[in-house]
């Protein structure tokens, strides 16, 4: 292209710039001055061109796609994305949850899994990850299982100790832990897993009944792991491998897609249930509730500008529409303040109007100002009640889907204990039952690998103990990987066994 055909450089409000290159000087050696304008903007807004980088889930990517309904849930849901022939646009972003910016892709890490869908009531967000379960099941403990899996603030290093510390001090962990031990820490590609809304969810249909949900997204393209070995090796090779893999089959029209699916229980089945269907350490097993098909999510855009669309982007479970509610999920409620508390401090006051996160459904809100405000009411009334039209709150489309709450007095509780409560028994089914052979040797060399490296002799103890009472033989499989011998540790392992224990029990 010729200088003649390119666009003229300009500021970022419009005006023609002075030079490309050169700064504004007294002379050709002398200093450069306070008022050129355009080289100080240029400083300062490169200066800030990062906003700071997520707590969680830092490093991601995403696209653009489409959700199509191709079963019948309208027995169960008045949503309308969720309507029978419904077509809703949608994005995506997927993440590690440790990870800095920066890391590696294919690190043994869960994954977020975060749609945002642009229905015609408002922003659908479901921000979930692709495991079904979660590492603790109170929003007090999130913080402290994040610190947990980040960096020592002496050293600012990682530390495996100080994950297997907290994980085996916190044994309602062990049904996510194994996952994450599993070849299923490490995804091959981010098309090649599953994801899944993770927390029980309310669902209420056009007559007013309500039921408990669970959302499964199952990958179309079949789940693929990497082993530890190949992961590990990838590494070197390219650390944005998910990233790339994604953007590039987008590119060539080779659009990933996921199956919807949800789990449905019966709004009072949840009372007499035989564990507590709210615990988000424990899956609903599909004999009692099986999957329905809901639709199906593709996605068929790369982003055009990824600090816009991607880094940007910003999800909140607390962004619901009509038909479509919470539940006395612990960590769910946390989650419902946290997120839109996080964008207000990394994005600012008015991220919800960043093309990438605004509805495309009319706003009317009385919220106003704040930094980075763009949108307006103009000269509609910022209070209410009002008398000069503004707009005005109609319970039947915002109607929340509510739960009895029995008697009892505020305080800090556990779950109450069911018949089956027990920390380790999905993990042992899926250790016994689902996992195969090659599965199980893998688990055990990804445990003893990664509770070698630089974790106490006191917490390695732990480790086993914790896998102890999963599977008596796993727990003897990790004792002879990291070198213990059982035989000679009578008593520290037994005091090891019944702490782990008298923390389940005490969960």
Known sequence: MSPADRPRTTNDSGVPAPSDEFSLTVGPEGPTVLHDHYTVQKMQHFNRERVPERVVHAKGTGAHGVFEVTGDVSRYTKAGLFQPGAKTDMFARFSLVAGELGYPDTVRDPRGFALKFYTEEGNYDLVGNNTPVFFVRDASKFQDFIHSQKRLPDTGMRSHDMQWDFWTLSPESVHQVMILMSDRGTPRTLRNMNGYGSHTFSWMNSGGEKFWIKYHFKTDQGVENFTDEAAMAMIPEDVDFHRRDLRESIEKGDFPSWTLHVQVMPFAEAEGYRFNPFDLTKVWPQGDYPLIEVGRMTLNRNPANFFAEVEQSSFSPANLVPGIGLS????????????????????????????????????????????????????????????????????????????????????????????????????????????????????????????????????????????????????????????????????????????????????
């Open 328 to 507: 006395p999920d612990k960590m769910l409620m946390g989650r419902i303040f946290s997120y839109h508390d996080t964008h207000l401090h990394r994005i600012g006051t008015n991220y919800e109007q960043l093309p990438i996160n605004r509805p495309r459904a009319e706003v009317n809100s009385y919220n106003k100002d704040g930094q980075m405000t763009y949108e307006h009411s103009g000269d509609q009334p910022v209070y209410a009640p009002n008398s000069h039209g503004g707009p005005v709150a109609d319970p039947s489309d915002g109607l929340e889907i509510g739960w009895s709450v029995g008697g009892g007095e505020i305080g800090r509780y556990a779950y109450e204990k069911r018949a089956e409560d027990d920390d380790f028994g999905q993990a042992r089914t899926l250790y016994e039952e689902v996992m195969s052979e090659t599965d199980r040797e893998h688990l055990v060399a990804n445990i003893v690998g990664h509770a070698s490296d630089d974790v106490a002799p006191e917490t390695q103890l732990r480790v086993v103990a914790y896998w102890g009472a999963v599977n008596e033989e796993l727990g003897a499989k990790v004792a002879e990987g990291l070198g213990i011998d059982l035989s000679a540790m009578n008593g520290q392992m037994e005091a090891a066994r019944e702490r782990v224990m008298a923390l389940a029990d005490h969960a």
